[in-house]
């Protein structure tokens, strides 16, 4: 499996400078995630390469101009073939491990991100979008949420991971967080690795990090447990006896 994903931006040296770092680096070298950051500016009539313009109707700030938008989805779509199209957006639908999950199966991607105080509301009605937010705070723009997609992508895509077990065992992706780590030294400024690590008792160990990771998530992601109830089985029993 990989992926072509077009980032249309005003900022491409950012999109850039992120994926020559990581995992999204790495698949990127091995052609699975296959980015082009497009500059939104390359899509403007003017010597001034204007994106943006004041808001009928008065008010503060600029919004983004929706002619280059088009101009640049339909040359990548043309260029390209169609994509599913992405719009950053702070009133989308909030992002998840599920969601991500769904886009990795994507063939074509475009990530539109925006900035100033907003896009021009043609371009979110006048083109099929799958809006996306990446939590509820509020950002300059949309170049680091198409990052995180970005980076949650990369890591999905078969052959980029050299340990692929790791992305099933995680935190999320059982619905729950994850277990507590170690590693060397054995005892450190007084606080030793649970002996049950040491014992080479490997059910023992899974039963642990399962009770671990429970309790973990109980103590500080009790949403997470309401959402997913985990399944209820002899190696996944809880203390409640
Ligand atoms: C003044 C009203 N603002 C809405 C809360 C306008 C506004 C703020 C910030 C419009 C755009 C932005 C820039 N943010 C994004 O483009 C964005 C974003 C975010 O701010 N938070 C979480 N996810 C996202 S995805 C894109």
Same mark, same amino acid.
């Given at each position: 499996?990989?992926?072509?994903?077009?980032?249309?931006?005003?900022?491409?040296?950012?999109?850039?400078?992120?994926?020559?770092?990581?995992?999204?680096?790495?698949?990127?070298?091995?052609?699975?995630?296959?980015?082009?950051?497009?500059?939104?500016?390359?899509?403007?009539?003017?010597?001034?390469?204007?994106?943006?313009?004041?808001?009928?109707?008065?008010?503060?700030?600029?919004?983004?101009?929706?002619?280059?938008?088009?101009?640049?989805?339909?040359?990548?779509?043309?260029?390209?073939?169609?994509?599913?199209?992405?719009?950053?957006?702070?009133?989308?639908?909030?992002?998840?491990?599920?969601?991500?999950?769904? @886009?990795?199966? +994507?063939? =074509?991607?475009? $990530? *539109?991100?925006?900035?100033?105080?907003?896009? /021009?509301?043609?371009? !979110? %009605?006048?083109?099929?979008?799958?809006?996306?937010?990446?939590?509820?705070?509020?950002?300059?723009?949309?170049?680091?949420?198409?990052?995180?997609?970005?980076?949650?992508?990369?890591?999905?895509?078969?052959?980029?991971?050299?340990?692929?077990?790791?992305?099933?065992?995680?935190?999320?992706?059982?619905?729950?967080?994850?277990?507590?780590?170690?590693?060397?030294?054995?005892?450190?400024?007084?606080?030793?690795?649970?002996?049950?690590?040491?014992?080479?008792?490997?059910?023992?160990?899974?039963?642990?990090?399962?009770?671990?990771?429970?309790? @973990?998530?109980? +103590?500080? =992601?009790?949403? $997470? *447990?309401?959402?997913?109830?985990?399944?209820? /089985?002899?190696?996944? !029993? %809880?203390?409640?006896?």
């Amino acid at each position: 499996m990989s992926m072509q994903v077009h980032v249309i931006t005003i900022f491409p040296a950012l999109i850039e400078s992120f994926l020559s770092f990581g995992i999204p680096r790495i698949a990127r070298e091995k052609g699975k995630m296959v980015v082009e950051a497009v500059d939104l500016r390359s899509f403007t009539g003017d010597v001034h390469r204007t994106v943006d313009d004041r808001p009928f109707g008065g008010g503060p700030g600029m919004v983004m101009l929706a002619p280059p938008v088009f101009d640049a989805v339909e040359s990548i779509e043309n260029q390209h073939g169609s994509a599913h199209r992405i719009l950053l957006t702070p009133t989308g639908r909030p992002l998840n491990q599920q969601i991500l999950k769904e @886009l990795v199966t +994507e063939d =074509r991607l475009i $990530l *539109l991100c925006g900035r100033y105080e907003g896009i /021009d509301e043609r371009v !979110r %009605t006048g083109l099929e979008w799958d809006e996306i937010s990446i939590g509820d705070y509020v950002l300059s723009g949309g170049e680091v949420p198409a990052m995180v997609i970005l980076d949650g992508l990369a890591r999905l895509l078969p052959e980029v991971l050299g340990h692929p077990e790791s992305v099933q065992q995680e935190s999320f992706e059982q619905g729950l967080l994850d277990a507590p780590h170690y590693t060397r030294p054995r005892s450190f400024r007084g606080m030793d690795v649970p002996d049950v690590l040491l014992s080479g008792n490997h059910a023992a160990v899974e039963r642990w990090r399962r009770e671990q990771a429970l309790r @973990l998530t109980q +103590e500080k =992601r009790a949403d $997470l *447990l309401a959402d997913h109830p985990p399944k209820s /089985d002899s190696t996944t !029993r %809880t203390e409640s006896r």
